[in-house]
């Protein structure tokens, strides 16, 4: 016959408060939170372009075409190259995990896998 899951009340009851009032506090802090209005960028900006010359110190001007006007980018590098690194990090670990070892990859049985 099953028995019915019962609670644990051995373990630690200061811990488990204390993650309810964190809890409580941090939504609060997000609930009540307020932003500004975004500003975003004015109308026919390049950022692509105003990045690519600020990444190879080009004169943004020499890059903009008819109409578009250049941002200034040197803030948006820091970001780019972090989300860059990190991008190749897990590419790196994606592709040590999925490396085989010839010495560790035996079969069940004792025979080589093909």
């Known amino acids: 016959m099953t028995t019915k899951p019962e609670i644990n009340t051995e373990g630690n009851l200061t811990a488990g408060l204390a993650a309810i009032a964190l809890f409580l506090v941090l939504g609060g802090v997000f609930l009540t939170a307020s932003f500004s209005t975004p500003i975003g960028f004015p109308e026919g900006a390049a950022v692509t372009k105003s990045l690519g010359a600020a990444m190879f110190d080009i004169a943004p001007g020499a890059l903009m075409g008819d109409g578009q006007t250049a941002v200034p ?34 079969a069940a049985d004792g025979g080589e896998r093909r």
């Open 73 to 106: 980018a040197e803030g948006f590098i820091v970001a780019f190259i972090a989300i860059a690194v990190v991008l190749d990090a897990a590419l790196d670990g994606a592709l040590m995990l999925a490396k085989r070892d010839d010495e560790e990859d035996v």
